[in-house]
């Protein structure tokens, strides 16, 4: 299969220059070393449209509107602890819009968003909450400056 590739902008133009001076299709693609089917589609845009720029708006279209998308920013920010796929069908339900969990993580980054994933924690006990402050209230009164690893080793071993 033959490799595709776009014409710069100035051969395209030496291409129509040489076609309105009057010389043929097939002599222009054989000058250039181009196909002449090519010559042929770039005279017929030209003739068209006046220009021999790619035309904008080729690819795939976007899922949301960016009104949606602005819907979907302010969601995640007034709802910080909401996963992806809530605000997924938070916005399908508002608006109509169907789009999936990664789409949602893409227009939350495009807006500055990140890390909507649900975190798991082991939820703590009124007693143990108790626990753990005194602890701290204790280690304020008698001056120490405990990490987190230093904590976990005298916790385990009945000291604090």
Request: aromatic content about 6%; some cysteine.
């Amino acid at each position: 299969m033959a490799s595709r590739y776009h014409l710069e902008e100035s051969v395209k133009w030496r291409i129509i220059g040489r076609l309105e001076a009057g010389q043929s299709i097939t002599e222009t693609a054989t000058c250039l070393n181009i196909s002449r089917q090519t010559v042929s589609k770039l005279w017929k845009q030209f003739q068209n449209d006046g220009t021999v720029v790619r035309r904008p708006g080729q690819g795939r279209k976007r899922m949301t509107t960016a009104s949606e998308d602005r819907y979907l920013a302010l969601t995640a920010r007034r709802n910080r602890k909401a996963t992806a796929r809530q605000l997924s069908s938070e916005l399908a339900a508002a608006t109509g819009a169907v789009a999936s969990r990664q789409t949602i993580y893409r227009r939350l980054n495009e807006k500055g968003l990140y890390a909507r994933k649900p975190r798991v924690c082991v939820l703590l006990s009124s007693q143990k909450k108790r626990d753990r402050f005194l602890i701290g209230v204790k280690n304020i009164k008698t001056g120490l400056n405990i990490n987190g690893p230093m904590f976990s080793l005298l916790m385990s071993r009945g000291l604090v």
